[in-house]
């Protein structure tokens, strides 16, 4: 199957920081990537839908200024959270969906960030 | 509004057949997935279906009812790495994924 690949598996950051994640579909062009954030023990919340050559829409009470999202190419998304807090630290997780069908979508491995 | 509802824990014994349920009320649908996932690791695709009926995958099952917006996951013959949370979710009209809380599984010897 299609693999999307997500880097780092952990950071871990300084209080005041920025830290980039990238997501990158391996064999497929992904025209759409979408940023999930998840807190322990609970489901996926999405976070934004990140849009080759677009800007990103995000979802109501994710703040744009604070997750820059860039999808500059269709293999590659970021999103870069800017000055860090303790309570940014989770886990971040991207996914992108098959352009032909929108029949599955595929996971990165996900990002652990912790803001100390 | 939308919605995706499935029970947060259940609990079976290894070998035997677990059903794990997920209602559904969203705006458009274009299928529904079941995802596997980890403690600390991102969710694995499992299943997709778009069509009524069931669709067998080894000792994984799906099956959707699109006019009771109801599909359930079946495992059979469990094994004790099946433990992990299932998650359900519907893409909507928009092609978004509008995902249930999940179901955490637990498998006794």
């Known amino acids: 199957g299609a693999v999307v690949s997500q880097h780092p598996s952990r950071v871990i950051c300084k209080s005041g920081t920025s830290v980039k994640i990238e997501c990158r579909s391996l064999?497929?062009?992904?025209?759409?990537m979408f940023w999930y954030r998840q807190f322990p023990k609970q489901s996926l919340m999405l976070m934004a839908t990140s849009n080759e050559g677009s800007k990103a829409t995000y979802e109501q009470g994710v703040e744009k200024d604070k997750f820059l999202i860039n999808h500059a190419s269709l293999t590659l998304s970021t999103l870069t959270v800017t000055s860090a807090h303790p309570e940014d630290s989770s886990f971040y997780i991207c996914s992108a969906v098959t352009p032909a069908t929108h029949t599955e979508a595929f996971f990165g491995q996900g990002t652990r960030l912790t803001v100390v | 509004g939308q919605n995706i509802d499935q029970p947060t824990e259940m609990t079976a014994t290894e070998g035997a057949i677990v059903q794990i349920n997920c209602t559904y009320q969203?705006?458009?649908?274009?299928?529904l997935f079941w995802y596997q996932q980890h403690a600390g690791e991102a969710p694995t695709f499992l299943s997709y279906n778009v069509l009524d009926g069931l669709e067998e995958k080894g000792r994984f099952s799906s099956f959707l009812s699109r006019s009771k917006g109801y599909s359930y996951l079946l495992l059979k013959e469990l094994q004790m790495k099946d433990s992990a949370s299932y998650l359900c979710a519907v893409m909507d009209s928009n092609y978004q994924l509008i995902w249930g809380a999940g179901t955490k599984l637990i498998i006794k010897p």
């Open positions: 064999d497929f062009q992904a025209t759409t």
């Open positions: 969203t705006s458009g649908f274009n299928g």
